[in-house]
Structure formats: C-alpha cells, structure tokens
C-alpha cells in the first residue's frame, strides 16, 4: 500500500477527526478512503448515466417489464415480460 501525505487546515483537521469519531472508522485514513470509493463510485454511475443518455432509444417499456422488475425485488418468481 502506498502512503500519502496531506496538508488541511484546522477547521478540515477538526472535520475529519469528528467524523472518525463519530462514525466509528478507525482511522483518519479509513474516512478518507472511504470518501474515495464513494466518490469512484459516483464518478461509474456519472459515466454509466451519460452513456445512457447518449445511446440510440429503444423501444419503451412495457408494464408487463416494470411488473416482472417488481416480482424480482420481491423475491418472486421471475416473469418474462411478453412483446
């Protein structure tokens, strides 16, 4: 694992202390890779929601797909949609 260092000013030194404290992470270093993944993962899902936003349309869905959608949460029995 790579090490590196920061520079925060108080107010940000104080911020993270009382996070760690108060949300249980073990270490200044846990809380901010923490704050990372969370930014990574909304950087995926910008990029997944702009390639979405940029495909060809389709055709749109049917109620039968958002029932058989609502069956799966559900931990039903899975519904193939009908044409």
Same mark, same amino acid.
């Given at each position: ?9 108080? !107010? ?6 009382e ?5 249980g992470?073990?270490?200044? !270093?846990?809380?901010v890779?923490? +704050? ?5 993962d ?5 990029? +997944? +929601? ?19 959608l ?10 193939q949609?009908?044409?």
């Amino acid at each position: 694992m790579s090490t590196m260092n920061i520079s925060l000013p108080d !107010s940000l030194k104080a911020f993270v202390d009382e996070q760690v404290s108060q949300r249980g992470y073990g270490t200044s !270093s846990e809380y901010v890779r923490e +704050l990372i993944r969370r930014d990574q993962d909304r950087l995926q899902l910008r990029n +997944l +929601l702009l390639a979405g936003a940029s495909s060809a349309p389709t055709a749109p869905a049917k109620d039968a797909y958002f029932d058989s959608l609502r069956e799966r949460v559900r931990g039903g029995i899975k519904i193939q949609p009908k044409a």
